[in-house]
Structures are given as structure tokens and as C-alpha cells.
């Protein structure tokens, strides 16, 4: 199984800070790679597919780079909403995985 | 819109069954990959299985193979999760999701089930 290190696995931030988060796969994995928001008790939202396409109606304040095995996730400045935890996620393997997760708190 | 429900989740003891279910609306179903994916109360996203559009294609997390059977009704629109010789480990809200194009994206969610596998 290819296995997503996501780091870090926790960070404070304030709102208007930009927020960098990375993923790294444990094979190359092309840009085979997607990223997911989560809130409390809520079902994870797609918001990046494919490495780096903003899903559409997800703002452009989170963007999201990378190929081979080494990828970023960004948010240019940190809104109130978006204190959340997210997840990185391969589909290069047919046996499909998630990062850890990072769980994005307020400073 | 486009939804999906899960229902089916509870308590049940170690070594014991359940089965899940996904009504989908709001889309074609029989068009879409389809795919069930957990999370263990405070941990990460582990995802469980996924069929293809016509149940040809099947496959499983290492974790749950032999144990669980994916299956989808596509004239009733439903995804179905068998879980059989459930341990304490399977405690978990179970989402049904639809892959974007085939194997890729999970872009459409449901809201979770919870199972408890507990004596």
C-alpha cells in the first residue's frame, strides 16, 4: 500500500495568516492526489482534485501544488471557516489512501 | 439535490453482522463508482471498498477483506456494506461516497452512519 505523511499534523494559525500544509507519498504517485476538508461531525468536503484543481464553487484562497511524491496544500489567508482539520488522499493504487490529517486551529 | 443517506449502523457485539446501506438521489446512480470509507471516533479517514459501476470491479482495504461485502442495487439506487465477524476495531461513522469520475475523487458524501461494535 502507498502510505501519505502529512505534516504537520497539527498547527495554530490566526485568521488572515497563510497556511501552508504538506503531503508526502511513499512511491511516486503522480498527480494522483486530492484534498478534503473536514469540520466537527461533518462529512469531509472535496475541495482540490487531482493535485492541484479547485473543485468548483471552493474559493480561491486554497490552492494546492505538486507531483511524484511530494505536495502542498495552501490557504492564502486563513478564514473564521476554515479552521478545520484536512486530509490528503492517493488514487494511484487501486488500494486507496488518506494522510493523517492536519488539524488547523485557532491561535 | 444530489444525497446520499447511509442507515443500517447500531450496536452490535464482537463477532456479530450488520449491513449498511446508501439510498442515492439527485444523480445517475448506476453511473458512478461507488465507495465506503470510515472514520474511528477522534482518527483519520480509512477507506474500505469501492465497486464499479456494474459491480465488476470490486476491491477492499486489507483491513476489512474477507469480512466485508461491498454491493450496489443499481435499479434501486443503493449501495450496500455487509459486515460480517465485526471486531472492536470496525467501531467507526461509516460514509458512502461517489467517485468523481471512476477510481479518483470521492465528491459527493453522505452524512455517516455510526457502528459500535462492542459486548
Known amino acids: 500500500d502507498i502510505q501519505m505523511t502529512q505534516s504537520p499534523s497539527s498547527l495554530s494559525a490566526s485568521v488572515g495568516d497563510r497556511v501552508t500544509i504538506t503531503c508526502q507519498a511513499s512511491q511516486d504517485i503522480s498527480n494522483f492526489l486530492n484534498w478534503y476538508q473536514q469540520k466537527p461531525g461533518k462529512a469531509p468536503k472535496l475541495l482540490i482534485y487531482?493535485?492541484?484543481n479547485l473543485k468548483s464553487g471552493v474559493p480561491s484562497r486554497f490552492s494546492a501544488s505538486g507531483s511524484g511524491t511530494d505536495f502542498t496544500f495552501t490557504i492564502s489567508s486563513l478564514q473564521p471557516e476554515d479552521f478545520a482539520t484536512y486530509y490528503c488522499?492517493?488514487?494511484?493504487?487501486?488500494?486507496?489512501?488518506f494522510g493523517g490529517g492536519t488539524k488547523v486551529e485557532i491561535k | 439535490q444530489v444525497q446520499l443517506v447511509e442507515s443500517g449502523g447500531g450496536l452490535v457485539k464482537p463477532g456479530g453482522s450488520l449491513r449498511l446501506s446508501c439510498a442515492a438521489s439527485?444523480?445517475?446512480?448506476?453511473?458512478?463508482?461507488m465507495n465506503w470509507i470510515r472514520q474511528a471516533p477522534g482518527k483519520g479517514l480509512e477507506w474500505v471498498s469501492y465497486i464499479s459501476t456494474s459491480g465488476s470491479a470490486i476491491y477492499y482495504a486489507d483491513s476489512v477483506k474477507g469480512r466485508f461485502t461491498i454491493a450496489r442495487d443499481n435499479a434501486k439506487k443503493s449501495l450496500y456494506l455487509q459486515m460480517n465477524s465485526l471486531r472492536a476495531e470496525d467501531t467507526a461513522v461509516y460514509y458512502c461516497a461517489r467517485g468523481q469520475t471512476t477510481v479518483d475523487a470521492f465528491d459527493v458524501w453522505g452524512q455517516g452512519t455510526m457502528v459500535t461494535v462492542s459486548s
Open positions: 487531482d493535485a492541484s
Open positions: 488522499q492517493q488514487y494511484d493504487d487501486l488500494l486507496l489512501t
Open positions: 439527485g444523480f445517475t446512480f448506476r453511473d458512478y463508482y
